[in-house]
């Protein structure tokens, strides 16, 4: 077993490198890059820093400009999302805040919000089945023969440059890298899901496994195209700029064939897990935080403003995943403020053991783990998990049957 020193608090006065030093001593060898190769993201972690982004959340042009890729300062996209994903803001609060903008700007953002509900609702019913495909194999083009994301193509090595630097893409781009990896390439969805999940700060096995099987068909039943056209529209820069200008290998649209329907979860209208309505059991002595819920809204942590908390940094599948250190360096950032406010214990170790024996109060988590866990270490006090519309029983075969019911 091990604990760690609390990471440095920027809300003290620590700057961003402290952070980075702390991760890379504590946590580096369980990276992607390595110890001497942690970075910040683009993208601050912690309370203050959602907060402030929250109050300054303006949609206005979000119908319009939600796809635009470049030039960045054209771009639609709110950024919102590493918070939603990590608790820091509560989808409610979120859709909240927008209520006074445009109305067509707020139906699609409101859209977008949903969307992020309805991928944690499927995840709560089918749970790591998520990683397979769901309702057809992925299609398998011939004839491909470079990387899957090759560096001569202008459109990829810009758009996985800005994934490996920043850890956060517009979704327009999500999407390209998704359809070039497997629906042009014939590259195994599941290892570009990986390798993308490993960069985003918003990494979230929910939205990005649902994102890749829309994209690539295996979950939508229809196949996202990507082609010069859509970099021409969203990014013309992209194409002016690139070597292969005059002889673009996507000039032309893929094709759209399905892989064979597969055997997967039912889908179909049944009940879907969502953990208690109201506070099971009381008088704990710790609460035990997760990374599905670190803001200081996290029912179980306002339940009590003065009570310990305990994380642990998850080391057996850390060093699976070999996530990159920018994920890191937003989770120590948030840490660390959440450290200046009431007694955090951090530890590094199998999740179970380090939390065995103890008197925990924790807020539920629609994720396999979160159940998993639970059930080995027997929180004394549950609270329930915000959802933005909490689950009914209903069809999550799609987002339009998903919304019927909600």
Known sequence: MSELPPPPSIADGAATDDVVAWVAEHLGDLTREG?????????????????????????????????????????????????????????????????????????????????????????????????????????RPQGWTAQPWPDEMNCMSSVVGELHDDGWLVNQTRMWLASQWAVRAGATWRDGEDEMFAHLLDGSRAANRLGWQWTVGTGSGKVYGFSRWQVNKRAPSLCRNCALNDACPIENWPDDDLGPAVDGPDLNKAPIPAGPV????????????????????????????????????????????????????????????????????????????????????????????????????????????????RPTTSSVRSFSAWRRSH
């Not at 400009?65 to 590493?82: E, F, I, Q, Y």
């Not at 903008?101 to 969307?115: N, Q």
């Not at 506070?279 to 179980?300: F, H, M, R």
């Open 35 to 139: 110890a001497d190769g942690v970075t910040a993201g683009a993208i601050r972690g912690g309370q203050s820093a959602a907060d402030t982004a929250l109050a300054g959340l303006d949609i206005t042009g979000y119908a319009r400009d939600r796809s635009t890729v470049l030039p960045v300062n054209r771009r639609g996209a709110s950024r919102m999302s590493p918070y939603i994903r990590h608790g820091l803001l509560t989808l409610r609060e979120v859709w909240d805040a927008v209520a006074d903008a445009p109305s067509r700007d707020c139906s699609r953002y409101r859209d977008e919000l949903m969307w992020q509900e309805y991928a944690r609702h499927l995840y709560a019913r089918v749970g790591t089945e998520l990683g397979q495909s769901l309702r057809r194999e992925q299609p």
């Open 278 to 389: 109201h506070v099971e059991g009381t008088g704990a002595e710790q609460v035990w935080i997760t990374a599905e819920s670190l803001g200081t809204a996290d029912p179980a942590l306002a339940a009590q403003p003065d009570r310990p908390a305990v994380f642990v940094f998850d080391e057996p599948l850390l060093r699976k995943l070999r996530l990159s250190g920018k994920r890191l360096v937003f989770l120590a950032e948030t840490l660390g403020e959440i450290a200046s406010t009431r007694p955090l214990e951090v530890r590094r170790g199998p999740v179970a053991d380090e939390l065995s024996g103890r008197s925990l109060a924790t807020t539920w988590a629609p994720v396999p783990g979160f159940s998993r866990i639970a059930d080995a270490v027997a929180p004394v006090e549950l609270h329930p998990w915000p959802w933005l519309v």
